[in-house]
């Protein structure tokens, strides 16, 4: 059984910071990449960042500056670090994580309010 498990949400105002934690434990073989998604109300879901085994990176155009994503493979945890929040990136935040045969695994997502 795998388990992914967010931490970290929460409310804070605009131009705060907040740092989200996930991690993964269980059968999930070996890791690949992994990563954050983000889902606004009526919007669809959109990746936020991802980071490879190798620690390459990639980020949505509008948290670029603002977000960094890090990882510890021993650990199987992956970090995003958001600085510089707007209301605009008030939304439920998800892990996922994938394993070298291509499945992923959800989290159950955590919430950040950013208020103006």
């Known amino acids: 059984q795998v388990q992914v498990v967010e931490s970290g949400g929460g409310l804070v105002q605009t131009g705060g910071s907040l740092r989200l934690s996930c991690a993964a434990s269980?059968?999930?073989?070996?890791?690949?990449?992994m990563g954050w998604y983000r889902q606004a109300p009526g919007k669809q879901r959109e990746l936020v960042a991802s980071?490879?085994?190798?620690?390459?990176?990639k980020y949505a155009d509008s948290v670029k500056g603002r977000f960094t994503i890090s990882r510890d493979n021993a650990k199987n945890t992956v970090d995003l670090q958001m600085n510089s929040l707007k209301p605009e990136d008030t939304a439920v935040y998800f892990c996922?994580?994938?394993?070298?045969?291509?499945?992923?695994?959800w989290g159950q997502g955590t919430q950040v309010t950013v208020s103006s």
């Open positions: 996922v994580v994938r394993n070298s045969y291509n499945v992923e695994y």
């Open positions: 980071i490879t085994s190798t620690l390459s990176t």
């Open positions: 269980g059968s999930i073989f070996s890791i690949n990449a």
